[in-house]
């Protein structure tokens, strides 16, 4: 018989290891799946995880990606380790990419340095807006935060959807359900000449930064995690709830709505309908799987955006369906949530079944 | 047909996807468990449904390997949320992507073909009546969720089985003090709420709508979710509940046919923002969710 035994401290190298080891079962247990498949593992092995560092190119674009999946998943943590679950990330991302977008379709001959720094901050202030409605929603009327956050981001789905086939679409776009081409001051100004990586990418950076000072050294942080860790006893402590969940879901709605509004006004260049590739779900496994910590994340976002990489790759050379990097997201997060269970218990063998 | 008939005609069928999964999430809620991998149940259940009757299963083989499909799902999420201890909110949404991804995957090559759906059964006497007879022409699985429905009520209401579910969700720590084996009857409500999803989700691509898209299920394994929120753990509000959504659906198809000056994008939103307004209404009701909630609802439990 063996059983979970609760250990006398979180083990710390489990802690290390449990992404690695959640890595290398995804790895196994996948490629195992694309065998049965009919593919070949060898070509899919190279095509999603050694091709993405192999050129420069392709590298770029891993950073590119890192981006978005950063910013969001750092504005998901901060909510998840105050038992705060913003689900609706995909929601906001959208938002902030259409109120971004409003400035260059209602002024595209505007011209001039302030145009892609107001996008940005129209982006964020959508996505913010997005998150209202489930904060007001949990503190008010104390609904689940997962459920209306999941609904609003089906809501923000076909109002993209609204926009791109009525009063957005480009009249010169063919009927496609896209807006026009942004001019060229919407677009955020290229970091590292030659790719696409934009300066947006150093937001990201500065989140993590601002993220892991407000959550590792401040007071309000600490705030945060007694009232995930122990609500009761962050209530004796007078630490207000409410202000949490608000918070929580407004910095989660705020970052997502950067990264949308950033991913418009960068590699897109125009609103249209797959302005998100599942940037705002990925984020929950990034978020999670960087151990809900500022830095794990950055690691886990960078891992996160090479599958995305692996992923357009492995489709071209190894025939493998684009669904297929959903499945390895989705098992990556379940062999880490596994994996993660033995940082605070280990396994004991007993010989007679205990009573 | 007006309206009104064509809405009453065609709710039962648009409520059976809503209805069978709410009815498997009940059972494992009222043990305690929150499955929020819902949507991937109903999503891979979907895609293995229609494509055993695409390749000529039939019908019958298609909804058991849609509730294999479930199933196999449900025991992932058991394995880790009941066996290894982990957060049931985290497993939850990790196994409703494993689902969804899955359910592309193996939809891919399927993408836009079509099937055909299973002929209606009349209701003798009834099916002639003016206005609702079109109530009672439905498909077998309909009536069989109507079967569903009235014998989950039944065990809940009087037999030893339901007051045992109801038990190790209330409190499992003095269940299992009086000899009840907690970590197993979860199980088996978990596998229970996996099979079901999987015909949820079967129906709705191979008897509702028989075609496949991926990303068809579009939310109903979510408002499910709501729905049982909405009915407050009750089978017989939780019916109600499905029924709404399923006229609000049909509602939706009725004005784009007739021509209303609305957005299809905001008829189409419709039932989201209605399950957004219901949950806020009944939630800030705290009265009536600590009288009818389950106490130890997503906690885990170990020995």
Redesign the interface.
């Known amino acids: 018989m063996i059983?979970?035994v609760r250990r006398d401290r979180a083990s710390r190298r489990m802690a290390v290891a449990a992404p690695l080891l959640a890595l290398l079962a995804a790895i196994l247990s996948n490629l195992l799946l694309f065998v049965t498949m009919g593919k070949d593992p060898a070509a899919v092995f190279y095509a999603l995880l050694l091709e993405p560092f192999l050129s420069w190119s392709s590298f770029s674009e891993v950073l590119l990606k890192t981006g978005p999946l950063l910013l969001i998943a750092q504005g998901l943590a901060i909510g998840f380790r105050a038992k705060v679950?913003n689900?609706g990330a995909e929601g906001q991302f959208i938002l902030g990419a259409i109120f971004a977008s409003a400035i260059p379709v209602y002024f595209p001959q505007a011209t001039g340095g302030w145009i892609w720094p107001a996008m940005l901050v129209m982006g964020a202030i959508g996505g913010a807006l997005w998150a209202v409605?489930p904060a007001f929603?949990r503190v008010?009327?104390?609904?689940?935060e997962?459920?209306?956050t999941?609904?609003?981001s089906?809501?923000a789905v076909?109002?993209l959807?609204?926009l791109l086939?009525?009063p957005w679409k480009d009249p010169m776009g063919f009927n496609f359900p896209q807006s026009v081409m942004f001019q060229y001051d919407a677009m955020i100004p290229i970091l590292l000449p030659g790719t696409r990586v934009n300066a947006s990418i150093l937001l990201a950076f500065l989140a993590a930064l601002l993220a892991w000072i407000y959550m590792q050294r401040s007071f309000g942080g600490y705030q945060f995690l007694v009232g995930g860790l122990a609500p009761k006893a962050a209530t004796y402590a007078g630490f207000s709830q409410s202000r949490a969940i608000w918070l929580s879901l407004l910095i989660g709605g705020f970052a997502a709505g950067l990264a949308g509004a950033a991913e418009v006004a960068g590699p897109i260049g125009q609103l249209q309908r797959s302005i998100s590739t599942g940037y705002g779900?990925a984020a929950?496994?990034v978020a999670?799987l960087g151990g809900l910590h500022p830095l794990g994340i950055v690691a886990s976002a960078f891992l996160m955006a090479a599958l995305y990489i692996g992923g357009d790759n492995a489709m071209v050379s190894a025939d493998l369906?684009v669904?297929?990097?959903?499945?390895?997201?989705?098992?990556l997060?379940?062999c880490y949530?596994?994996a993660?269970?033995f940082v605070r218990?280990r396994l004991v063998r007993t010989k007679v079944a205990?009573a | 047909m007006s309206g009104i008939e064509f809405i009453l005609a065609g709710m039962l069928a648009a409520a059976t996807p809503f209805l069978l999964a709410a009815l498997g999430e009940l059972v494992v809620e009222r043990a305690g468990v929150l499955n929020?991998g819902l949507e991937?149940m109903m999503a891979l259940g979907a895609a293995i449904g229609f494509i055993v009757v695409y390749e000529g299963g039939g019908h019958v083989a298609a909804f058991v390997a849609a509730g294999f499909a479930g199933v196999g799902l449900a025991l992932?999420f058991a394995?880790?949320a009941l066996g290894?201890?982990?957060?049931q909110?985290?497993?939850g949404?990790?196994?409703?992507?494993?689902?969804?991804?899955?359910?592309?995957?193996v939809g891919?090559s399927y993408e836009s073909l079509t099937i055909t759906g299973l002929p209606k059964l009349a209701f003798p006497g009834l099916s002639d009546l003016p206005v609702v007879g079109g109530m009672f022409v439905q498909d077998i699985v309909v009536w069989l969720s109507l079967v569903a429905t009235a014998a989950i009520w039944a065990m809940f209401r009087y037999s030893r089985l339901g007051l045992v579910l109801r038990a190790i969700g209330e409190n499992p720590t003095a269940a299992r003090a009086i000899g009840y084996r907690v970590i197993a009857l979860r199980l088996w409500a978990v596998v229970f709420g996996g099979a079901m999803a999987g015909f949820a989700g079967a129906y709705a691509a191979t008897v509702y709508t028989p075609l496949w898209a991926?990303g068809m299920i579009?939310?109903r394994g979510?408002i499910a979710?709501?729905l049982v929120?909405f009915g407050t753990w009750l089978t017989g509000r939780i019916f109600f509940g499905a029924l709404l959504f399923g006229a609000l659906s049909l509602a939706s198809l009725v004005a784009q046919t007739e021509g209303w000056a609305v957005?299809s994008?905001?008829l189409?939103?419709l039932p989201?923002?209605v399950?957004?307004v219901v949950?806020?209404?009944i939630?800030?009701n705290?009265k009536l969710?600590k009288l009818n909630g389950v106490a130890s609802l997503g906690e885990t439990f170990?020995?």
């Open positions: 059983h979970l679950f689900i409605v929603w008010r009327l104390n609904a689940n997962i459920l209306v999941l609904m609003m089906l809501i076909q109002l959807n609204y086939l009525g779900y929950i496994i999670y369906p669904a297929a990097v959903r499945v390895f997201q989705g098992s997060l379940v949530l596994a993660i269970t218990f205990p | 929020l991937g992932i394995g880790l290894l201890r982990a957060n909110v985290a497993v949404l990790a196994v409703g992507i494993l689902g969804q991804g899955l359910s592309s995957l891919n991926d579009a939310g979510w979710l709501a929120v957005p994008q905001l189409s939103s989201y923002i399950t957004i949950l806020g209404i939630t800030s705290k969710l170990g020995p």
